[in-house]
């Protein structure tokens, strides 16, 4: 049986194989690597994550697949804004920013609206999914 571990893992190293691209149920849904400091550990977490482009940011969604609770890898922005994220074939600094009230709930619809999965993590889950832009160090 493969963990949710195992299963990132993989994810992972096809993202970083194929120039960005995985396969499977993740078949044309951008995709980035976030890399955040731990909030306890300090240590370094890799994450594959759905994402939306538009301009010049890229947003995340805290969704958990519509569970309860906050994944880990929000509390570490949280904690540790400063990440590193892999989309396509770049690698670059980013702060990352959790968006509150109107702009967090327009950005929510439209990805929901592009990815109706994420309309059902919303009814889900009692919590507001969090949205985080991941804005380009310059």
């Known amino acids: 049986m493969t963990t949710p571990n195992d299963q990132n893992a993989a994810i992972i190293k096809g993202f970083r194989e194929n120039a960005g691209k995985v396969g499977g149920r993740y078949e044309n849904i951008p995709l980035v690597l976030l890399t955040t400091k731990g909030a306890k550990s300090g240590k370094a977490r890799v994450n594959p994550l759905a994402c939306l482009p538009e301009g010049d940011r890229l947003y995340v969604f805290a969704?958990?697949?519509?569970?309860?609770?906050?994944?880990?890898?929000?509390?570490?922005?949280?904690?540790?804004?400063?990440?590193?994220?892999?989309?396509?074939?770049?690698?670059?600094?980013?702060?990352?920013?959790?968006?509150?009230?109107?702009?967090?709930?327009?950005?929510?619809?439209?990805?929901?609206?592009?990815?109706?999965?994420?309309?059902?993590?919303?009814?889900?889950?009692?919590?507001?999914?969090?949205?985080?832009?991941?804005?380009?160090k310059t």
């Open 63 to 136: 969704s958990r697949g519509g569970g309860p609770n906050n994944p880990d890898w929000y509390h570490n922005v949280v904690a540790n804004p400063d990440v590193t994220v892999e989309y396509g074939t770049e690698r670059f600094p980013a702060k990352a920013l959790v968006l509150q009230g109107k702009e967090r709930d327009e950005v929510y619809a439209r990805q929901a609206a592009l990815r109706p999965r994420f309309a059902e993590y919303q009814r889900m889950t009692k919590r507001t999914i969090p949205v985080v832009a991941l804005v380009r």
